[in-house]
């Protein structure tokens, strides 16, 4: 794969290496939303079809990126949404605790806090050694050890939004799957740029909002709810996920049977007639370049970086646990954090600050100058 660069809207001087905090626009998007906007203009056209069809295809391009069948995915406004709204239907036996990592996203420990806090159970969170080099190898050693009988629920993104170190999601699954604990993990920061497959990993919820490696909109995402969800309760009744929502002519009928599998889940007004063709066009594109292909890119972009940070001694997540699309620059002793993304910025570099690391995230649509651009202001206070 050759840089996608034309494919976005970024100025040619700018060195955006930001994608996990949001995509930039594409151009294929942008001539998408303005479709559907002069659609607005011509809401005399407008019949019932257009209420499903678009969000019938959006679910069937995620459900390609995660490998299950579509009418196992629903639409969300945000992580917080679908995981409250598959936790709702989890209830712990006595004694039993959650468990998640330390520092993870804020949505996703607030979820699991509350739940616990709902039902008197302990939230168990699972760190490293920070000390080692080898973290990634340790933190998941710790998470599987962590996992017992008396654990109800895991909670944990598919790579740590901070520093992109991967989670054995394969082993952590089957761990929860043989002593009988729900597996829900975020998917926001994976789902697109790398692969994903929800039965390999056993993962009974996936969420995953739009706006990042998915290329689109804020406020609406997809999310995977498995099977042992179908029954559940939902927590909004929405006229659009019952099965008679298409007569239009007979919703007054108050048909009480949900749409098959997850679309009991789905937030109300599913439809939205301008941002589902946004992240229509971004799955689409997606798809079209594959996960594999740009896991690959950036491995490949980010080559002479890694070269440079092993030369300098500088600390990063082992080979086998690092995320090729999102990784974190932790600065050695004596050089400052806020200083150096001040100077990142000066040379028009532009990463986010998460933690003790500088967050660099790298797509299809970044360069080799890019690169270039960031090893620059590196060496120059080093």
């Known amino acids: 794969?050759?840089?996608?660069?034309?494919?976005?809207?970024?100025?040619?001087?700018?060195?955006?290496?930001?994608?996990?905090?949001?995509?930039?626009?594409?151009?294929?998007?942008e001539r998408t939303m303005i479709e559907a906007m002069e659609r607005e203009k011509q809401l005399h056209l407008r019949n019932s079809d257009d209420f499903f069809e678009r969000p019938e295809h959006v679910r069937k391009l995620f459900a390609n990126l995660v490998e299950c069948r579509p009418s196992q995915?629903?639409?969300?406004?945000?992580?917080?949404?679908?995981l409250s709204s598959v936790l709702n239907n989890i209830t712990p036996g006595r004694g039993q605790h959650a468990i998640t990592v330390t520092s993870e996203f804020p949505s996703d420990y607030l979820g699991i806090r509350a739940w616990c806090d709902k039902h008197d159970s302990e939230l168990k969170v699972v760190g490293s050694d920070q000390s080692l080099d080898l973290m990634g190898s340790d933190w998941n050693a710790r998470i599987l050890e962590a996992i017992s009988e008396d654990t109800a629920v895991v909670v944990l993104s598919a790579i740590h939004w901070m520093h992109g170190m991967r989670f054995d999601l394969k082993q952590i699954?089957?761990?929860?799957?043989?002593?009988?604990?729900?597996?829900?993990?975020?998917?926001?920061?994976?789902?697109?740029?790398?692969s994903m497959n929800v039965h390999e990993f056993q993962i009974d919820a996936l969420f995953c909002a739009g706006y990042k490696w998915l290329f689109g909109p804020y406020s609406l995402g997809c999310m995977y709810i498995g099977e042992r969800f179908n029954?559940?309760?939902?927590?909004?009744?929405?006229?659009?996920?019952?099965?008679?929502?298409?007569?239009?002519?007979?919703?007054?009928?108050?048909?009480?049977?949900?749409?098959?599998?997850?679309?009991?889940?789905?937030?109300?007004?599913?439809?939205?007639?301008?941002?589902m063709p946004m992240l229509s066009a971004g799955l689409e594109q997606v798809t079209a370049w594959g996960p594999d292909e740009i896991q690959a890119y950036c491995a490949a972009l980010n080559k002479p970086l890694y070269d440079l940070l092993d030369e300098k001694g500088w600390p990063r997540v082992e080979e086998a646990y690092c995320s090729h699309h999102l990784f974190g620059l932790k600065m050695p002793d004596g050089i400052s954090i806020d200083a150096m993304k001040s100077k990142l910025e000066e040379k028009n570099v532009y990463v986010s600050q998460r933690g003790e690391s500088l967050r660099v995230s790298v797509h299809a649509f970044n360069t080799e100058a890019d690169i270039e651009a960031l090893m620059d202001a590196l060496n120059s206070d080093t």
Not at 6 to 29: Q, R, T
């Open 173 to 194: 699954g089957a761990r929860c799957r043989e002593v009988g604990a729900v597996f829900l993990v975020d998917g926001t920061q994976a789902v697109g740029a790398m």
């Open 73 to 82: 995915v629903a639409f969300m406004p945000a992580v917080s949404y679908g």
């Open 1 to 29: 794969m050759e840089s996608q660069s034309s494919l976005v809207y970024l100025d040619k001087d700018i060195h955006y290496l930001n994608c996990a905090a949001k995509s930039p626009l594409l151009k294929s998007g």
């Open 231 to 275: 029954d559940g309760k939902p927590i909004e009744e929405s006229w659009m996920n019952r099965t008679n929502s298409r007569n239009f002519a007979s919703l007054t009928n108050y048909g009480m049977e949900y749409m098959p599998d997850a679309g009991r889940y789905n937030v109300g007004e599913t439809s939205h007639f301008l941002l």
